[in-house]
């Protein structure tokens, strides 16, 4: 008899183990969910906004406590580097997915595109203070860059963009493209793939190389963060 009150017990406590797992595993997966809506929260922020979107906007759109958020990131650098991480990545892995599945030719022109068509907060790192050293322009330059320029290559070596396009130049593209975005926004939807249209066009073989030098990553790393060093 003592021997089956034992396995009673012994059974008993395996269910409570079970079912304290299952209520431990909403808690995670609300905590998931938190977290995307967040992210995607304080990118819309920033991206209406700049560095001057609050966190309490933040919290308000994301439909969180300012507490829950600031557990999750206790300053708005903090978040702010989370949001740049995500679209550094993003930007790598549109890259690397434009060089595996599209031809050569047009790798530039879809890389670009698909970039434009991702939602961005890219204003964002223009409104900001100084970047720190670990978490600077210079810094996402140096990740993003192998992939940007290895799209770029193989559309040179294609022959449909032309060999004087450097790393610059494509970021240029993109910020442009930004701009004409923010600036129409939904009275002009269609401008911006205009505008794009228009740029790749000028990054084909067959017009006049530009007289001007490209702009140096540093030059373009001291427009983004407004630097006079």
Not at 24 to 49: G, Y
Not at 51 to 69: C, F, H, K, P, W
Not at 162 to 178: K, N, P, Q, T
Request: hydrophobic share 40%; net charge neutral; charged share 25%.
């Amino acid at each position: 008899m003592t021997s089956k009150m034992k396995g009673v017990r012994h059974d008993h406590k395996g269910v409570g183990e079970e079912n304290e797992s299952h209520r431990a595993k909403p808690l995670r997966r609300d905590a998931e969910l938190n977290l995307a809506r967040i992210m995607e929260a304080a990118r819309d922020v920033f991206a209406a906004s700049g560095y001057d979107g609050s966190m309490e906007q933040i919290a308000a759109r994301a439909d969180v406590g300012i507490g829950t958020l600031y557990r999750r990131f206790p300053d708005k650098e903090q978040l702010f580097n989370a949001v740049t991480d995500v679209a550094k990545e993003r930007t790598i892995r549109i890259a690397e997915e434009v060089l595996a599945d599209v031809p050569a030719e047009d790798a530039l022109s879809e890389f670009l595109r698909r970039c434009i068509a991702a939602p961005s907060c890219w204003r964002v790192t223009t409104t900001r203070p100084p970047w720190n050293e670990s978490t600077g322009v210079n810094s996402v330059l140096k990740e993003i860059s192998p992939a940007v320029e290895a799209v770029l290559r193989v559309s040179q070596q294609a022959g449909t963009v032309r060999g004087d396009i450097v790393f610059s130049d494509v970021v240029l593209v993109l910020m442009s493209v930004r701009a004409v975005a923010d600036l129409c926004g939904a009275r002009a939807p269609d401008a911006p793939q205009r505008f794009l249209e228009l740029s790749v066009d000028g990054l084909r073989p067959g017009g006049k190389s530009p007289v001007t030098a490209p702009m140096s990553r540093l030059a373009l790393s001291r427009v983004l963060t407004h630097s006079q060093s």
